[in-house]
């Protein structure tokens, strides 16, 4: 079945050090692509999306890039600040739902720790 | 806008009760949905609703869990003879159809079996 896969967490990085968290994914045809984030104490928000291949989502500071090549949808920031922490998801609809659903099967999680 | 609501945020209770959850959507978003997440893990889909239509359950949802949404705004979420196993965060989300701004999630309700 469809599925994603991120990397292990947790991870800690200093103020202002490049960010990846990794993203592969499993599915059938090319469906959009959702990174979640979930700050401490609060619901899960969207943090950015692409819907096509070779597409770039983009959001404070955050990007990723959809690649079919590679099945990969790994997200980056140049300079990750303190407020950054939290725990992300990366995500992408089921393959039985239908164009625009928001049935997600999401990762893991990656928990972000930054010290200043 | 207000956000999701979700009540109680934790609920502890015994093997074999029941338990609901409330959920309060935003309240233009005609589309509602019910996620579960245990620790270390991602949400994981449990059903969703169109207005008051329940259009589609996971496999996940055993018998004992009934959701309804009865006018199309709040929703609630049952669980009956509860389980060790059900021992989880419960999270509400909500959207607009077609929408680009995803899924607007609530804080979720903590649930522990004892």
């Known amino acids: 079945g469809d599925s994603v896969t991120q990397m292990e967490g947790p991870v800690t990085l200093s103020e202002e050090a490049f960010l990846t968290i990794n993203c592969t994914y499993t599915?059938?045809?090319?469906?959009?692509l959702f990174w979640y984030v979930q700050y401490p104490g609060e619901g899960l928000q969207l943090l950015l999306k692409a819907t096509k291949a070779d597409d770039k989502g983009s959001n404070k500071g955050f990007e990723a890039t959809y690649r079919k090549e590679t099945t990969s949808f790994h997200l980056e920031k140049g300079s990750v600040q303190v407020s950054d922490s939290a725990v992300y998801f990366c995500?992408?609809?089921?393959?039985?739902?239908?164009?625009?659903?928001?049935?997600?099967?999401f990762g893991k999680g990656t928990k972000l720790s930054v010290i200043p | 806008d207000t956000g999701v609501s979700q009540d109680p945020r934790h609920k502890i209770t015994k093997r074999g009760q029941n338990v609901t959850f409330r959920c309060d959507p935003i309240?233009?978003?005609?589309?509602l949905y019910w996620y579960r997440q245990t620790l270390g893990q991602g949400p994981e889909f449990l059903t969703y609703f169109q207005n008051e239509a329940q259009l589609e359950k996971s496999r996940l949802l055993s018998d004992r869990f009934s959701a309804e949404r009865p006018k199309g705004s709040f929703s609630t979420l049952e669980i009956q003879r509860t389980e060790q196993g059900d021992s989880a965060m419960y999270l509400c989300?909500?959207?607009?159809?077609?929408?680009?701004?995803?899924?607007?999630f609530g804080a979720g309700s903590r649930l522990t079996v004892l």
């Open positions: 989300a909500s959207s607009l159809p077609r929408t680009d701004r995803g899924l607007t």
């Open positions: 599915a059938t045809g090319y469906p959009s």
């Open positions: 995500a992408l609809p089921l393959s039985y739902s239908g164009a625009g659903s928001y049935q997600l099967t």
């Open positions: 309240s233009e978003h005609n589309r």
